[in-house]
């Protein structure tokens, strides 16, 4: 079905309190607080219409960081009628540097026992996958999606996929996927899924969005993994990546074969049909 969206950023609001104003010396530190709000609206073919107002705030008062978010989604007919309104709040509060556990400060050569990265979920990057029961996905032109059940699920995830190499269905992507939002597990707290995967590779989670709770962790010069802990997707709230760079690059390599063997064939095809036609005038 097709859609005609509008998005609009209702008010974005960024204030800088600094405390003590200019008598506060360098050294000491900042209090800051960046607000920002959201309005999106999707109109149907039928004339339906969802619209959703997203607001955001981060908050910083010394180490102690504080996110939260606010999604109402309301849906409307034809006529303008209101069919139903649904509201979920995201929330944590952590100390920078200080979530409980000490970082691997001798990440590297001289680990005894590096941090492995070349797996994700029980996959292997670079492993094949027989199954031929792939889909496209609209997002990932040059990679097939092939659904799995891992040896050990997370709590809360709902589907698993694969993302393969197109002609050699080698892993290049691995997601885990949550219809609803994966809660925290207390309120006000760094996000479990954040803490577990810091712990996991040995690195900080970076914050790359300030209208959703979206994350990603450099694992190493290839790898990566992200999570949107909320409004990942419209299928979607909590969804974790993570991929191997190497393999995404085949993936596009191997899309690139595909479609020239593909024009290829068809200019052969053509070209058969002009001569078989050719002789029989």
């Known amino acids: ?69 606010r999604e109402t989604r309301t849906s409307m007919d034809s006529d303008g009628n209101v069919l139903g309104t649904t509201t979920s709040e995201y929330a944590q509060s952590y100390n920078v540097g200080d979530t409980g556990w000490k970082l691997n400060t001798k990440l590297g050569a001289d680990v005894e026992k590096p941090v492995p990265t070349d797996t994700f979920m029980g996959l292997k990057f670079g492993d094949v996958i027989g199954d031929t029961n792939t889909v496209r996905e609209a997002g990932e032109p040059s990679l097939l999606r ?55 590779y040995g690195t900080w989670a970076r914050l790359c969005s300030f209208t959703r709770p979206f994350y990603a962790f450099d694992v190493s ?40 063997e593909a024009r290829k064939a068809a200019a052969d095809k053509r070209e058969q049909k002009v001569k078989d036609a050719a002789s029989a005038f």
């Open 221 to 260: 010069p290839t790898r990566g993994v992200t999570v949107c802990l909320a409004g990942a997707s419209e299928a979607y709230q909590t969804v974790i990546t993570a991929w191997d760079e190497d393999m995404v690059r085949l993936g596009d390599e191997e899309e690139q074969q595909l479609r020239q």
């Open 146 to 200: 092939v659904a799995f059940k891992p040896k050990k699920p997370l709590a809360g995830f709902d589907d698993y996929y694969a993302y393969l190499t197109p002609k050699t269905h080698k892993i290049a992507k691995v997601c885990a996927c949550a219809k609803k939002a994966v809660e925290p597990g207390g309120s006000w707290r760094r996000h479990y899924l954040i803490e577990a995967l810091e712990k996991r």
């Open 1 to 69: 079905m097709n859609k005609n969206s509008v998005r609009t950023c209702g008010i974005v609001l960024s204030a800088t309190l600094l405390a003590g104003l200019v008598a506060v010396h360098a050294a000491e530190k900042k209090d800051m607080s960046t607000k920002i709000a959201e309005s999106t609206v999707t109109t149907n073919d039928n004339g339906s219409v969802s619209r959703v107002f997203v607001e955001s705030s981060i908050t910083t008062n010394g180490n102690l960081v504080t996110e939260h978010r």
